[in-house]
């Protein structure tokens, strides 16, 4: 099932919860949102107040990505915060598979991310432990850039590894989404789609975005 993770990122700060509420009429899936710490990447969002927020302004799931070094002692933050997904780099965890157990043991969903450089070797003795798997598709810390052409044989290997193990695991990625990109990404094995521009930026609004996403997608 396609979804569509509009990142926040790339919202008007000035009026977040509106913003917010907007992409759920548009018929977002969930609500992506990019907490850095100026160390693990160059930049500087959102924290657990501003999540706990969100979470009165919309019904969607929170999809909370952190860009952080050492999560572990945030993770029952965001958790308390109101964060459903919770995702981890596997780049900046010592110990990923205790990371990811704690993010299951606060009943929420545990996701790892992989930068472009990384390879999906480092996850294959705890996919059994995630429910989604996302792939930037593009360095993070910033919003707006395009799409890296190798993460499409990258997205296609690791929905085999998914599977060959019978695996009911989303393969979600982030960077460069738009309508006109989303389509190869979809047929490569990809199922969430995160997109900044590609829905706020969008000349026609938010609905229209999604729904030409949604369409292109397949679904």
Partial sequence: MVKIAPSILSADFTRLGDEVR?????????????????????????????????????????????????????????????????????????????????????????????????????????????SQVLIMSVNPGFGGQKYIPASTGKIARLKKMIDDRGLNVDIEVDGGITGDSIGPVARAGANVFVSGTGVFKHPEGYAEAIKEMRKNAGG
């Fill in 22 to 130: 907007a992409i759920s009429r548009a018929g977002a899936d969930y609500v992506h949102i990019d907490v850095m710490d100026g160390h693990f990447v160059p930049n500087l969002t959102f924290g657990p107040p501003v999540i706990k927020a969100l979470r009165g302004c919309t019904d969607l799931p929170l999809d909370v990505h952190l860009m952080i070094s050492n999560p572990d002692p945030y993770i029952a933050v965001y958790a308390e915060a109101g964060g459903d997904l919770i995702g981890v780099h596997a780049e900046a965890c010592t110990h990923l598979h205790r990371t990811l157990q704690c993010i299951r043991e606060h009943d929420k969903k545990a996701s790892v991310t992989l930068n472009p450089h990384t390879p999906l070797c480092s996850i294959e003795y705890v996919l059994d432990m995630v």
